[in-house]
């Protein structure tokens, strides 16, 4: 009889160890979030529009979640290597994307060997703001308003050429678009960016561009640029006065696009860590000081939650990809 009982007392002693174990595996797995310095990684150089939303970013976040965020500039190859380390960094949520719409949708057409896919090894965690875009004009273009400019580009063929930030982009669509739509003949002059593009149109070296609010904002105040109209379903905040090209009767798709500037985890990332990091993001993004500061950059602030945010990357792509294509562009 004492031989049974021991043994039972062995058998259930196993049993409790089996358990406590499985706990500390668990526990182990399940390491509370964050336990250590996150980061947010942008795909273009310091100083940009998308390196100082992710700064303003981190710091509020660093403060809600108890450690430091800290912003890494991954740059190079039209935004390829930044998404995909954070494609490729643990699911754990410690590293994070930053990144405008290109890297994460346009790309998939203008590559064809991405190292990452944005529909399966990134998911959605919040649109922090949304960057407007404006039709702007050198003043010497005897245009002012979109069916004026249409008129004036079709009276001289081959005379007016649209700069963009590179080959496919927003500008370059909509330069295809406007040929392809009413028999014009422009030309398309792509830059390195959206400076050196902003620069020659002061200039007067390119008459036309679709670029962002942020950047051509300050040129349009200081009268060295006019604007005709902006895309999207409303008029932009921090041009109240330009209409946009829905109300001047052009409804077409690629005048309707909006970018995101959005923050994104590896697609491995637990469900929790991404409420969490929604949560917080969004509470960020809605103080009245924050939101200022995105305002003041020309964005208008998002901070919607990671369901919301992954429902409107769904709608946005296709449309993006679509409109990519009409380019006919290949870089690789």
Do not use: C
């Amino acid at each position: 009889m004492t031989t049974s009982k021991n043994g039972l007392g062995r058998a259930l002693g196993a049993g409790a160890a089996l358990v406590l174990a499985a706990g500390a595996a668990a526990a182990a797995t399940e390491a509370p979030f964050p336990s250590k310095p996150v980061r947010i990684i942008v795909q273009y150089q310091a100083g940009g529009s998308t390196d100082i939303l992710a700064r303003l970013v981190a710091e509020g976040l660093s403060k809600r979640l108890g450690q430091p965020v800290v912003v890494e500039n991954r740059s190079g190859a039209g935004g390829i290597i930044g998404t995909d380390y954070v494609a490729k960094s643990p699911p754990d949520g410690h590293t994070l994307l930053l990144t405008v719409p290109g890297p994460v949708t346009a790309n998939l057409v203008l590559y064809s060997k991405l190292p990452y896919d944005p529909r399966t090894d990134l998911r959605m965690v919040s649109d922090i703001a949304t960057t407007r875009t404006v039709l702007a004009v050198h003043p010497s273009v005897p245009a002012t308003d979109f069916k004026s400019l249409i008129a004036a580009a079709k009276a001289a063929p081959g005379k007016y050429s649209m700069g963009s930030w590179g080959p496919g982009t927003q500008p370059h669509q909509v330069q295809v678009y406007m040929d392809k739509a009413y028999g014009l003949q422009t030309m398309h002059v792509p830059y390195k960016g959206e400076s050196p593009m902003a620069i020659d149109l002061i200039g007067g070296v390119i008459q036309m561009t679709v670029g962002s609010v942020t950047t051509l904002q300050p040129y349009i105040k200081a009268g060295k640029l006019r604007p005709l109209a902006v895309a999207g379903p409303r008029r932009a905040r921090a041009l109240p006065d330009v209409p946009t090209f829905a109300e001047q009767g052009y409804a077409d798709e690629v005048y309707a696009m909006t970018g995101p500037t959005s923050l994104m985890a590896p697609a491995k990332t637990p469900d929790a860590v991404i409420e969490r990091l929604g949560r917080e993001v969004s509470a960020v993004v809605r103080q009245p000081e924050v939101s200022r500061r995105i305002e003041e950059l020309g964005a208008e602030p998002v901070g919607n939650l990671p369901p919301e945010a992954a429902a409107a990357y769904k709608a946005f792509l296709p449309v993006t990809l679509k409109l990519t294509q009409a380019t006919g562009v290949k870089l690789d």
